[in-house]
Nanobody, 126 residues
Framework: QVQLVESGGGLVQAGGSLRLSCAAS????????MGWFRQAPGKEREFVAR????????YYAGSVKGRFTISRDNAKNTVYLQMNNLNPEDTAVYYC???????????????????WGQGTQVTVSS
């Protein structure tokens, strides 16, 4: 079993920045990739960003590309999401997730991820 704990959410004004963290722990787990998703009230969960665990490979949703940066610290089993130039449309609960790597696609689909955190609220005021 894998536990994921997100942190770093909060309230920020439009144009501001936040950095989310997600720490993974558990026994005998392997990570192929980790992703960030978000879900706004009344909307479906949507893909934000993804990073491979042992390769320099990242992937972003078009709506956040150029503003958000995903990174990782393998030694700490932690993934980060640096969010800059935030706007009210970024308001949502943000979730991190683990893909154990079974060659499932598309990588933007929540269904291919095996473990999820509890989420952290990000609110951007105008």
């Amino acid at each position: 079993q894998v536990q994921l704990v997100e942190s770093g959410g909060g309230l920020v004004q439009a144009g501001g920045s936040l950095r989310l963290s997600c720490a993974a722990s558990g026994r005998s787990f392997s990570i192929y990739a980790m992703g960030w998703f978000r879900q706004a009230p009344g909307k479906e969960r949507e893909f934000v960003a993804r990073i491979r665990w042992s390769a320099e490979a990242t992937y972003y949703a078009g709506s956040v590309k150029g503003r958000f940066t995903i990174s990782r610290d393998n030694a700490k089993n932690t993934v980060y999401l640096q969010m800059n130039n935030l706007n009210p449309e970024d308001t949502a609960v943000y979730y991190c997730a683990v893909d154990k790597g079974y060659s499932r696609t598309p990588v933007t689909a929540p269904g291919i991820y095996d473990y999820w955190g509890q989420g952290t609220q990000v609110t951007v005021s105008s």
